[in-house]
């Protein structure tokens, strides 16, 4: 509580500085407390003071530019200094005697219990106040406990806490020695920080973008993946093309294609969606891939068939009313080009993130592109083929 309060007076403090003047004191500070003060600060005044700490500071300083680039990659960006340290044969009232003595008792959940400057346990506040003063830690602590390294990618650690829920984990050297502390909501916030983005990187914009994201920088984040659209989409005409003498004598086609497209897409963004959902919180390496195809075939299944009995009586009727040949068979058409390009479409949903994750890219990135031309070409494709085949 007492630094919570050292930080508030620092804010007001800060508040009055010129942004180099304020930038050179809090470049020096730990970066808990940079953050604290600048969501304390104006937001137009807190963003010039981070652009002048990213050049205050020191070419060591890799946590503090991270923090203000909130571009953290490591756990050891992330983290800061331990709160609560203290050796395995202390005893608690020891123990007890070090918490009344720190600055920082509000902050200190755990204590990390070392054995030759190694960590070997850990401690809670419930176990140390219920425990006599005579005891030692080494008896009351939780053995090999788990512990970040500093090296650990952040999507690595997101992966962790999803099953290890603690407020905070201790970072540790290649000694085991202790050197730091994450505080659970943290890795929690850049889970949520990272699903937020995934609405946006699925259509190709970036995750760097923001509302204030200057016009000519958005440009160059979005537009690259427009041309790849482009050329996507070149591929789906040039499939539409080929049965160009099938439209022209069964003009009825052209009305359903998009009707087609649209609910063979739609079905395909749902299968994508869960799938980067499962990505992201860790569970698709819990859940067989073949099972997870499976399920997405049987629900386009079902879903094809449902919208495809509307949307064959439909064509049944436009036909009939546009005195297209055979109508019951356009309708029967439509009906089997909707299951099939919703069965269709649900593996591609599937498919296309896991392929560009084992690949090495980012599998939220304008997934929808390519899933969205591998739809509409099987979707399209199938109803040309079938009316071609069946009909002509």
């Known amino acids: 509580m007492s630094q919570n309060i050292n930080l508030n007076e620092r804010v007001e403090h800060i508040r009055d500085q010129t942004p180099l003047d304020a930038a050179e004191e809090l470049v020096r500070l730990p970066a808990d407390d940079i953050q604290f003060i600048l969501s304390g600060l104006p937001s137009e005044q ?19 530019r991270a923090v203000l680039s909130g571009m953290e990659e490591t756990i050891g960006e992330l983290m800061t200094g331990p709160t609560a340290t203290l050796p395995s044969d202390y005893t608690v009232a020891e ?25 070997v346990g850990v401690v809670g506040m419930r176990d140390l106040i219920l425990a006599k003063p005579s005891e030692t830690l080494a008896s ?29 984990y201790p970072v540790v050297d290649d ?13 929690y916030e850049r889970l949520a920080s990272e699903l937020s983005a995934q609405a946006g990187s699925q259509y190709g914009v970036a995750k760097e973008e923001q509302i204030n994201t200057p016009v000519f920088a958005a440009f160059r ?25 099938t439209i022209a004598q069964i003009v009825a086609l052209a009305a359903f294609l998009p009707v087609l497209a649209g ?19 860790g569970k698709i390496q819990d859940y067989p891939i073949s099972r997870l195809l499976r399920k997405e075939i049987l629900l386009g299944a079902l879903n094809g068939a449902a919208v495809g009995v509307i949307a064959g009586v ?9 005195d297209s040949a055979n109508p019951a068979m356009l309708g029967f058409v439509i009906f089997i080009a909707m299951i099939g390009a919703c069965m269709g479409s649900g593996i591609f949903g599937v498919a296309v993130p896991l392929l560009l994750q084992r690949f090495g890219a980012d599998p939220a990135t ?11 070409i099987i979707g399209m494709g199938l109803m040309l083929f079938l009316a071609s085949t069946l009909v002509l």
């Open 46 to 64: 807190a963003v010039t003071i981070a652009s002048h700490m990213g050049e205050a500071a020191a070419p060591g300083e890799a946590a503090t």
């Open 95 to 119: 123990a007890l005697t070090f918490m009344v003595k720190s600055s920082d008792v509000s902050g200190i959940s755990y204590m990390f219990v070392t054995d030759a400057d190694r960590l």
């Open 140 to 168: 009351i602590m939780v053995g090999e406990p788990f512990a970040f390294r500093q090296d650990t990618p952040l999507d690595e650690a997101i992966d962790e806490v999803q099953q290890r829920h603690y407020r905070i």
């Open 175 to 187: 000694q085991q020695r202790v050197v730091g502390e994450v505080r659970g909501w943290k890795l």
């Open 221 to 245: 984040m979005r537009h690259p993946w427009l041309q790849v659209n482009l050329i996507t989409a070149f591929a789906a005409a040039f499939v539409v093309g080929m049965f160009e003498s």
């Open 263 to 281: 609910q063979s897409g739609n079905t395909g963004c749902q299968a994508l969606a869960i799938t980067l959902r499962g990505i992201t919180l």
């Open 314 to 322: 439909a064509m049944f009727a436009y036909a009939v009313s546009t």
């Open 366 to 376: 304008a997934s929808s592109i390519f899933l969205t031309t591998f739809t509409d």
